[in-house]
């Protein structure tokens, strides 16, 4: 297996992972239930009014953008590895921000957007090296 | 990889991240990335936090000062001067929660007695907020207002920015809240208010009293200004 294809292998692994997160929340914000939490936050960060851009769930737009990543990656050629690195370096720039929130302005942690912008940062990361490499 | 091929990839990669960068910064702009906490309009800027004020109460049915079920076994009094920061901050970061958990679940109804002790500007809001409730619209009039707060008795409370707020209600009628805030009955209001904490011997705010229905309201002591808090206080009397 080449180098090329692990990269693409695990960015998908996570993806998905960060694809049940968005999805997950997506649900809780359309259902108007409690999240799962631990950390107690996650109620008071999906009740605020960052939740939500134009109107649309913030926790929809992620799941859009770990779909748009996976769809990238079935691109075989620098378009579809730019195009995935485009998003995720979006996703880890607006998640990055987002915790910000969560830490200053909202003053509440929730563990879904914790997990979510890791694993942004963990595929922003991967695609960046897998546009720098030859396939 | 080719030094030719390298530097290309690099370049590549450098206006990923500029592109990147501005489509972030379009993000957190749209998302009130500005809104570094409770502050006047000014200058003619859109409100902070009205999306967020119509969700929280969308749906929910209103009669006057009361917001909830009217027959939510638990009744919540809060006493609020629309300059009160402590007021803000908990409308701003709490409220939210407690309306989604207590108040659309039917536990809870809250009901909302505006004080006008601080000044000029309590007042001249207060008397809004006592028209918006006439149109079952008080909470979220008083909520914008305290996403929006000034600084204190600095003249903030003009018309101007009154029918501001008051426009970014949905299904409040601007016009005629700020009329009615002149007639007797937005003056009967605040006074009854006024009246119902003398009584309590409400001293500062925000204070909540809450009962069982039917029941005497007693005042909650808060360890702190939380949804928690008070949500804690609803069950104990809803369990009773």
């Known amino acids: 297996m080449t180098a090329d294809r692990r990269l693409t292998l695990a960015i998908a692994a996570l993806a998905l992972v960060g694809l049940g997160i968005a999805g997950y929340l997506t649900y809780v914000h359309y259902s108007d239930i409690e999240p799962v939490c631990t950390t107690g936050g996650c109620a008071k960060v999906q009740g605020s009014q960052y939740a939500e851009l134009a109107g649309v769930p913030v926790a929809l737009i992620g799941l859009l953008g770990y779909v748009s990543i996976l769809a990238s990656l079935a691109i075989p050629v620098e378009a579809g590895r730019t195009a995935t690195a485009l998003v995720a370096l979006i996703g880890f720039g607006y998640s990055a921000y987002l915790t910000y929130l969560e830490l200053g302005v909202i003053d509440a942690i929730c563990q879904w957007c914790v997990g979510s912008a890791v694993v942004m940062t963990a595929i922003a990361a991967l695609a960046v090296l897998r546009l720098l490499r030859v396939p | ?240």
């Open chain 2, 1 to 240: 990889m080719n030094t030719g091929d390298g530097k290309r990839r690099l370049w590549l990669l450098g206006g990923v991240v500029v592109v990147a960068a501005l489509v972030v910064g379009v993000l957190a702009l749209a998302s009130g990335g500005d809104d570094d906490g409770p502050q006047g309009l000014g200058g003619g800027s859109s409100l902070q936090g009205q999306a967020e004020v119509n969700r929280t109460f969308a749906g929910i049915p209103q009669q006057g000062i009361a917001v909830g079920d009217p027959a939510a076994p638990v009744t919540v009094v809060e006493f609020v001067d629309l300059q009160c920061p402590f007021c803000a901050q908990f409308a701003r970061a709490e409220l939210p929660e407690l309306v989604r958990r207590y108040v659309r679940t039917g536990k809870a109804r809250l009901e909302l007695r505006v004080l006008t002790f601080l000044g000029e500007d309590s007042l001249r809001a207060g008397r809004v907020a006592a028209a918006a409730a006439e149109q079952d619209r008080g909470w979220q009039f008083a909520d914008l207002f305290f996403a929006n707060q000034g600084q204190e008795n600095s003249g903030y409370a003009t018309d101007e920015f009154l029918r501001e707020v008051a426009e970014g209600v949905d299904g409040l009628d601007a016009d005629r809240a700020l009329a009615d805030a002149q007639q007797p009955a937005a003056t009967a209001q605040l006074r009854r208010a006024a009246a119902a904490a003398e009584t309590l011997g409400v001293s500062s705010t925000p204070t909540f009293f809450a009962s069982r229905r039917g029941g005497t309201l007693e005042q909650l002591q808060l360890g702190e200004l939380t949804a928690d808090a008070v949500g804690a206080e609803i069950d104990r009397l809803g369990g009773q």
